[in-house]
């Protein structure tokens, strides 16, 4: 079976512009989850889909928005980039909403410029 | 704000040794405990779940949970120079609620 795949691996953007991230849960799985990880903050919590809804936020401006498709299948935006953007995007994958175990991808770095 | 809380180290054991990582959580109401491993430029990758007190063993693995103190353990038994990588911990409420993770401790065997 296959894993998790996001797309794209590597990305380099300037401050200003938007950015749209997808990932591709494990087949069958309908929850897909976003995290943010840097450095200085670790893993932050961005937000949780299942069934195409938002079902848990985290702690993050509005720039930060997601969406889900009927497939499960999952993007996230980030409107008007700011330099502390720069991070590892990683989103996981679970069977169903509060599923215990979560499957990550490779993740998705990002560098705002 | 709900905390969950880990030594950054870097943690340096001798190979073959017991190697103790440690996390605090701030949430009393918590109740799925997990620990991730993860390499450099890698992602992480779920080792152990933990749901009641006491001990769980999984080949050189053990988690050891104590809500009362609010503190989850893991234990690597005969550490190996492969077992060198960043170890996070992670706490979930309950229900349908989203996971927390510490920054991680990071985990050095020397050979």
């Known amino acids: 079976k296959a894993g998790v795949t996001q797309t794209p691996r590597y990305l380099i953007k300037t401050r200003g512009q938007q950015v749209t991230l997808s990932c591709s849960p494990i087949?069958?799985?309908?929850?897909v989850s976003w995290y943010q990880q840097t450095p200085g903050q670790g893993l932050q919590f961005l937000f949780e889909?299942?069934?195409?809804?938002?079902?848990n936020k985290g702690n993050f401006p509005g720039r930060f928005s997601g969406r889900q498709f009927s497939n499960s299948r999952s993007e996230m935006n980030v409107s008007t980039l700011e330099l502390g953007d720069s991070a590892l995007y990683l989103c996981?994958?679970?069977?169903?909403?509060?599923?215990?175990?979560?499957?990550f991808g490779p993740g998705t770095r990002l560098l705002v410029l | 704000q709900k905390e969950v809380e880990q030594n950054s180290g870097p943690l340096s054991v001798p190979e073959g040794a017991i190697a103790s990582l440690n996390c605090t959580y701030s949430?009393?109401?918590?109740?799925?405990f997990f620990w991730y491993r993860q390499y450099s430029g890698k992602s992480p990758e779920l080792i152990m779940s933990?749901?009641?007190?006491g001990d769980k063993e999984d080949g050189r693995f053990t988690a050891q949970l104590n809500k009362a103190s609010q503190y989850v353990s893991l234990l690597i038994r005969d550490s190996q120079p492969s077992d060198s990588a960043t170890y996070l911990c992670?706490?979930?409420?309950?229900?349908?609620?989203?996971?927390?993770f510490g920054t991680g401790t990071k985990l050095q065997v020397i050979p």
């Open positions: 933990i749901y009641s007190n």
């Open positions: 889909y299942f069934s195409e809804t938002q079902r």
């Open positions: 996981a994958s679970s069977l169903t909403l509060g599923s215990e175990t979560q499957y």
């Open positions: 992670a706490v979930n409420e309950g229900g349908y609620q989203k996971v927390t």
């Open positions: 949430d009393r109401g918590s109740q799925s």
């Open positions: 087949s069958g799985h309908r929850s």
